[in-house]
Nanobody
Framework: QVQLVESGGGLVQPGGSLRLSCVASGSIFSIRNMGWYRQAPGEQRDLVAQITSIGSTNYADSVKGRFTISGDTAKNTVYLQMNSLKPEDTAVYYC?????????WGQGTQVTVSS
């Protein structure tokens, strides 16, 4: 079993920054295959960033150059540093872990970008 707990969401003004954290526990062997999705009201849930099985990173085009995913293997923690935030980044952000073709989800953390 896998448990994922996100934190770090909140209200921020356009142009501001936030750092999300996700602590994983349970049958976690690596921070690889961990990532972040987001879902805005009325929209589908989309991939934001991920650490792949080979340790590389992928980003959605809309966040490239502004968001950075990183991790601390010793702490089983993945971070999402979000800079130059825009109102369109407003969404619930979910941490994920993929194992044996199954995606585990955290409970989500709300990010609101508004003046």
């Amino acid at each position: 079993q896998v448990q994922l707990v996100e934190s770090g969401g909140g209200l921020v003004q356009p142009g501001g920054s936030l750092r999300l954290s996700c602590v994983a526990s349970g049958s976690i062997f690596s921070i690889r295959n961990m990532g972040w999705y987001r879902q805005a009201p009325g929209e589908q849930r989309d991939l934001v960033a991920q650490i792949t099985s080979i340790g590389s990173t992928n980003y959605a085009d809309s966040v490239k150059g502004r968001f950075t995913i990183s991790g601390d293997t010793a702490k089983n923690t993945v971070y999402l540093q979000m800079n130059s935030l825009k109102p369109e980044d407003t969404a619930v952000y979910y941490c994920t872990y993929t194992k044996d073709a199954r995606i585990y989800w955290g409970q989500g953390t709300q990010v609101t970008v508004s003046s």
